[in-house]
């Protein structure tokens, strides 16, 4: 069995799974640049009923392009944007994939919302792309 840890930067917010994640994807949306202050988010989502946090968090909210609500979650001591809850993936959640410890080796899926993608920000030749989200 494989467990996945993860902690923010001052390690008083920890994410644990048993399991791999169902979903992995790099997202270029406005939402994700921001609240990371990045070019984009690689985000693994992980089901519910299989993960653990443990620590204080804070949330910033935002209203997506399909009227969803989708929240970035951090730690309230360092800040360090942890999680990626939204109500159009209601069961999962997502862990920032530079938060996640090694083994755990990135295997994006997909690239979401590339019409939003920065210049100079290259994806890999084949990778699975959307101009906005999965449909």
Same mark, same amino acid.
């Given at each position: 069995?494989? *467990?996945?840890?993860?902690?923010?930067?001052?390690? %008083?917010? *920890?994410? &644990?799974?048993?399991?791999?994640?169902?979903?992995?994807?790099?997202? =270029?949306?406005?939402d994700?640049?921001?609240?990371?202050?990045?070019?984009?988010?690689? +985000?693994? !989502?992980? @089901?519910?009923?299989?993960?653990?946090? @443990?620590?204080?968090?804070? &949330? *910033? +909210?935002?209203?997506?392009?399909?009227?969803?609500?989708?929240?970035?979650?951090?730690?309230? =001591?360092?800040?360090?944007?942890?999680?990626?809850?939204?109500?159009? !993936?209601?069961?999962?959640?997502?862990?920032?994939?530079?938060?996640?410890?090694?083994? !755990?080796?990135?295997r994006?899926?997909?690239?979401?919302?590339?019409?939003? *993608? @920065?210049?100079?920000?290259? +994806?890999?030749?084949?990778?699975? %792309?959307?101009?906005?989200? +999965?449909?």
């Amino acid at each position: 069995m494989v *467990k996945v840890v993860a902690s923010c930067q001052c390690g %008083q917010l *920890k994410f &644990e799974a048993e399991s791999e994640p169902v979903l992995e994807l790099i997202c =270029h949306c406005p939402d994700c640049q921001d609240a990371l202050q990045a070019d984009f988010a690689n +985000i693994a !989502f992980f @089901k519910l009923g299989e993960s653990l946090v @443990k620590g204080e968090l804070a &949330e *910033k +909210i935002y209203l997506a392009e399909s009227g969803n609500e989708t929240c970035r979650q951090y730690c309230v =001591h360092c800040e360090t944007v942890m999680f990626d809850r939204s109500e159009g !993936f209601p069961n999962l959640l997502g862990v920032m994939v530079s938060q996640l410890y090694p083994p !755990f080796e990135s295997r994006a899926m997909c690239h979401v919302f590339v019409r939003d *993608k @920065k210049a100079g920000v290259e +994806i890999p030749e084949g990778m699975k %792309q959307y101009e906005t989200g +999965i449909s």
